[in-house]
């Protein structure tokens, strides 16, 4: 069975090279102001959902927390192994697969790390898993660009030139997704890759939130935990508790 895009980009080196200028600091001020925000006691275990190559996670951890990361790609996972102590420890696990049970006191999942599968019943199966790892009283931050503003301002055609490698960047929306393709030459060998991410609109969070026992707590816009306006936050930043049943 062939591979779905994000077995592919996500694994692959040039995804790192693409994406080098990723802002630390920003990454850093988002993560600092939501934790002002949640006021986690320092003796809570945190779920870092997608973690890439550890970035937010290792940041956590610096703030004192007992932190562990989950990713599909082995590769980021072999990556941020290094930065491994006893209170921070990394996995290769698959979002829609249940990872511990009641043990979480906070997952995050951030940065767009979420709408890459096919169907809505794959996505509401990724909360569900999200909702049982967390405790009664566990809380889940889900981070997603702000679907309107980008179909709205979407630019389809750039070229980004990054350690002499042209990538030549189209951006469509199809069926209801973004869909990015990422051609390039290096090595005298072309790549071809895809990014194709769900545009969920506030509606599609609510339902989905409300199948997998969910409750919105809060609704932010941007890192700097402004108010969601729907046509000109650059994000959607959600608070969620365990819906009571």
């Known amino acids: 069975m ?6 592919n980009w996500f694994n692959s080196p040039y995804y790192h090279i693409l ?8 990454a850093e001020y988002f993560l600092s102001n939501l934790l002002n925000h949640l006021s986690p006691q320092l003796d809570c275990r945190l779920l870092d959902i997608a973690c890439g190559r550890g970035r937010h996670s290792i940041y956590l951890n610096k703030k004192g927390y007992n932190v562990t990361g989950i ?4 590769a980021n996972i072999k990556h941020a192994k ?13 979002m829609r697969y249940l990872f511990y049970i009641n043990y979480f006191d906070i997952a995050f999942n951030l940065f767009t790390s979420f709408g890459y599968f096919d169907t809505e019943k794959d996505h509401v199966n990724a909360l569900k898993a999200f909702q049982k790892s967390l405790k009664s009283d566990g809380v889940l931050v889900l981070d ?7 179909v709205q301002n979407l630019t389809q055609q750039e ?12 951006k469509k929306v199809i069926g209801g997704s973004v869909v990015k393709s990422i051609a390039f030459e290096h090595k005298r060998t072309d790549f071809l890759f895809k990014e194709e991410v769900k545009a969920f609109s506030l509606s599609d969070f609510e339902r989905m939130f409300e199948r997998s026992g969910f409750e919105i707590t809060a ?16 994000r959607i930043i959600f608070i969620c508790k365990k819906a009571n049943v």
């Open 2 to 7: 062939s591979k779905k895009w994000y077995e």
């Open 19 to 26: 994406y080098h200028q990723r802002n630390d600091e920003e």
């Open 71 to 74: 990713d599909l790609s082995y």
């Open 82 to 94: 290094q930065f491994e102590n006893e209170r921070l420890k990394f996995f290769v696990h698959d």
């Open 144 to 150: 997603y660009f702000n679907s309107r503003k980008i």
């Open 159 to 170: 070229i980004k030139h990054i350690d002499g490698i042209d990538f030549h960047i189209n």
């Open 219 to 234: 609704m932010f816009g941007d890192y700097s935990l402004n108010e969601f306006d729907e046509n000109n936050s650059d």
